[in-house]
């Protein structure tokens, strides 16, 4: 299998090393293409590291675009020229619908992607659709290379990707906002900074795999954590009364509105 990766920023590289690291393609069958050459030396390990959209991109099985979306377009231009039908183009760029990649790229096969940050280590979530059938083994080695930077799970309907785009997508943002205030509340109460970020941090891991582990609902968790009375209870008093879980939802629902308006749809 062959693969060639455009823009090899963040994501871009995540998805090289995951392919590199799993065996799912030889170095010399990765192609990256780069716009500068700040990032050449570090991404020779990977693969092949090219500075052009040139014919050699119409030999992958594969090709991902991994480009901001204010970059699409420039890219589209050359990408259009060079795509092959039986190719499958993969497009991780938030908000770039799939009929408007289709008639950008005059290409059919598109698989559209929205994968979230912890990818980078290998523990991201990535949900995908597709705008025609792809063929058993095209879909088996979407699902194969998603899979080796955490988890991928089939969309039927293309519209939910909004949903998914501020759940997961921008999902660590909201988590790391948590963790940030939960440290600082710690450091207001007189712990030093070091203590507060391990105590928060591994209540965040532990509290995690308890949930994982337990087979019980979130909400069945905190009433096994909650006594009448208690520390918990307490601050439970103040975060229904600031109505956060009403809080998080209208910030999520922002989220999927400005995808929604960002694609266009
Ligand atoms: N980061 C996330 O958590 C996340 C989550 C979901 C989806 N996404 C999507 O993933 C895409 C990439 O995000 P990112 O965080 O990896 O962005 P990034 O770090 O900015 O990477 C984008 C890369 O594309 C390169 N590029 C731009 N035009 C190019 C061209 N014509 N040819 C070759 N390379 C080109 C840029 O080069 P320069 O270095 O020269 O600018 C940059 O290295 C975005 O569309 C984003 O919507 C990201």
Do not use: W
């Amino acid at each position: 299998m062959k693969i060639s990766i455009i823009g090899c920023g963040n994501m871009g590289q995540a998805y090289a090393r995951s392919f590199r690291k799993y065996g799912l393609v030889q170095a010399e069958d990765l192609e990256l293409v780069i716009r500068g050459e700040g990032r050449r030396s570090q991404l020779e390990v990977l693969g092949q590291v090219s500075n052009a959209l040139n014919e050699s991109i119409g030999t992958s099985d594969l090709v991902i675009l991994a480009v901001k979306p204010q970059d699409f377009a420039a890219v589209a231009e050359d990408l259009a020229k060079v795509l092959r039908p039986s190719q499958v183009l993969l497009s991780i760029m938030a908000g770039i619908t799939i009929p408007r990649l289709q008639q950008a790229l005059e290409h059919k096969t598109v698989v559209r992607a929205m994968p979230n940050s912890p990818a980078q280590i290998g523990l991201g979530i990535t949900a995908y659709t597709t705008g025609t059938e792809l063929t058993m083994l095209q879909t088996v080695m979407v699902e194969q290379l998603l899979n080796s930077t955490g988890r991928a799970i089939h969309l039927a309907d293309e519209a939910h990707l909004d949903a998914v785009t501020a759940l997961s997508g921008s999902g660590p943002a909201y988590f790391f906002h948590i963790v940030q205030s939960m440290i600082d509340a710690g450091i207001g109460l007189g712990l030093a900074p070091h203590v507060a970020n391990a105590l928060v941090k591994q209540t965040m891991l532990g509290s995690y795999h308890l949930m994982e582990h337990a087979e019980r609902t979130p909400a069945e968790l905190i009433k096994a954590v909650m006594s009448k009375g208690g520390t918990t209870e307490a601050a439970f008093c103040v975060l229904s009364n600031e109505d956060l879980g009403g809080t998080l939802d209208r910030a999520i629902t922002a989220a999927c509105g400005r995808a929604t308006e960002l694609s266009g749809s």
